[in-house]
């Protein structure tokens, strides 16, 4: 139980273009999902928490206008990455919590890298 | 404000060897405390959730501990394959607040 898909595991792209980042709860309900980067050999960073139906709430120093996050169903949340630059270049990783829990299970992460 | 600390940085050990990792943690209200696993390249692997003082918890090699004030993680035996950064976080303000985490190399 408890399992998370993120798609796609690893994209290319070039500087300019837009990403978008798919994260599944196969197997439960996430009422609550949130989103992270990792850059090599360091923490994980929470970059934003989307309640399913609401508007995503970001950390301090994320951009909400380059980091569109929408969490439409109790199983699916998207992360774009609009514009992307090499700077945005990571490891994005996802996580979802159901309701009641405070348990965080986590997708397999998407590696990024801009060109 | 809530903290969590982790200890060693880093531990090498031979296969068999057993040891255990330390994670401390100040936090008003304890709401569970829980172990990942993260292998390189991938999102962290939930292995326990520990909620009062006294609790423990096992799978396979691993066994978990928590008091008032920090949890170990033992590790009995290991092998090769328990090799990974192991990573301990306390739920705060519907976040999670994280432990740098302790890579563990285990040694043929």
């Known amino acids: 139980g408890a399992v998370v898909s993120q798609h796609p595991s690893w994209v290319i792209c070039k500087s300019g273009t837009s990403v978008k980042i798919e994260c599944r709860s196969l197997?439960?309900?996430?009422?609550?999902m949130f989103w992270y980067r990792q850059f090599p050999k360091q923490s994980l960073m929470l970059m934003a928490t989307s309640n399913e139906g609401s508007k995503a709430t970001y950390e301090q120093g994320v951009e909400k206008d380059k980091f569109l996050i929408n969490h439409a169903s109790l199983t699916l949340s998207t992360l774009t990455v609009t514009s992307a630059h090499p700077e945005d270049s990571s490891f994005y990783i996802c996580?979802?919590?159901?309701?009641?829990?405070?348990?965080?299970?986590f997708g397999p992460g998407t590696r990024l890298t801009v060109l | 404000e809530d903290q969590v600390t982790q200890s060693p940085e880093a531990l090498r050990l031979q296969e068999g060897e057993s040891s255990s990792l330390n994670c401390s943690y100040t936090?008003?209200?304890?709401?569970?405390l829980f172990w990942y696993r993260q292998d390189p390249g991938k999102g962290p692997e939930f292995l326990f959730t520990l909620y009062s003082a006294g609790e423990e918890k096992e799978k396979e090699r691993l066994k978990a501990t928590l008091t008032k004030k920090e949890s170990f993680l033992h590790i009995t035996a290991p092998k090769p394959e328990d090799s990974a950064t192991y990573l301990c976080a306390v739920p705060s303000n519907y976040q999670l607040i994280w432990g740098a985490g302790t890579k563990l190399i285990i040694k043929p």
């Open positions: 936090v008003s209200g304890l709401r569970g």
């Open positions: 197997d439960f309900q996430a009422t609550t």
């Open positions: 996580s979802a919590r159901a309701s009641g829990h405070n348990e965080q299970f």
